[in-house]
């Protein structure tokens, strides 16, 4: 009778060490990170204009959660979602989601402010994964290993109060063989300004003088149109945030728009002649995200 005890007994220790080592090989191995699984922007739940699940980018440096459904934001969404897709930082990216919620971001950056549980209207991106001038490889590189949580995600966060942040959180990307780091900065808006024509046209160029914002600085000027017509737009960039605005105040600038190819050996025909009608880019805040896809 006691040798059957004995034989049950071990054979109840021999099953134990068989489950605990099973349970142990399927876990992650002591001192490994658990994998993070990526996550799309896209699946991020909004409702009647707030977030209603949390989201997490690059593995939780930026999280978004939920607000209190008596927490009400004081800034208009029909003003910030404008503004939102509007930022510099995020020019050409694809809208993935727009909402309010309570923002913390862990991440610190010099002249940024601290983000935490911030009643937030936030504008999630993603890279529109445009061709990169990468180097050529003897062989396909590999991925990240881990694989990156959320590569080429951004979050755009206005503060909902007056005075409050606004700030850019760009997640870390690979767009070629090594990783790009994430970055945090104040968020910069793209507007079109208005402008004056100092003189007439001269060998297809002409001088105009823009108005910049405080704190603005002019990004680019544009011009397209035809030999009956052609539109000059000049754009700049300016601090989101009204705390960045403790700057130079509003100015003008003079520049000069070359509306044809040039006087050149070999160049085609002068497109701007002496009947070519001038006209001014409507003004404002440009939309640099891309559509929806």
């Known amino acids: 009778m006691r040798t059957v005890e004995r034989l049950m007994a071990v054979l109840v220790v021999v099953t134990t060490l068989a489950l605990v080592w099973s349970s142990n090989s399927a876990a992650t191995p002591a001192g490994v990170a658990t994998p993070i699984t990526p996550f799309d922007p896209s699946h991020a739940m909004v409702l009647h204009s707030r ?23 004081k800034k208009s969404e029909q003003g910030i979602e404008g503004q939102v897709w509007a930022t510099s930082q995020i020019m050409s990216y694809r809208p993935q989601a727009f909402g309010f919620g309570l923002v913390t971001i862990t991440k610190r950056a010099a002249g940024v402010p601290t983000v935490e549980n911030l009643p937030a209207w936030v504008g999630l991106a993603s890279d529109a994964q445009v061709a990169f001038s990468c180097p050529s490889f003897a062989s396909t590189p590999t991925g990240p290993d881990p694989p990156l949580p959320t590569p080429g995600d951004a979050a755009v966060v206005v503060g909902s109060g007056n005075g ?12 070629c063989a090594s990783v790009e780091p994430a970055s945090l900065s104040n968020a910069l808006e793209m507007v079109s300004v208005p402008w004056t024509a100092l003189g007439p046209v001269v060998s297809e160029a002409v001088n105009v003088q823009a108005t910049v914002p405080a704190c603005g600085s002019v990004f680019g000027v544009s011009s397209g149109g035809s030999a009956a017509a052609m539109t000059i737009t000049v754009q700049a960039v300016v601090p989101e945030s009204p705390e960045a605005r403790s700057c130079i105040p509003h100015r003008s600038v003079n ?26 880019g ?9 559509p929806a896809t």
């Open 164 to 175: 409050s942040p606004a700030v850019v959180y760009r997640a870390r990307s690979r767009p």
């Open 255 to 280: 520049e000069t728009v070359t509306l044809g190819p040039g006087r050149t050996p070999g160049a085609p025909p002068p497109l701007v002649g002496p009947g070519t009608q001038i006209l001014h």
């Open 282 to 290: 409507a003004t404002g805040l440009v939309r640099v995200v891309g």
């Open 51 to 73: 977030f209603v699940s949390t989201v997490k980018l690059d593995g939780g440096v930026v999280t978004i959660r939920p607000a209190p459904s008596g927490l009400r934001p």
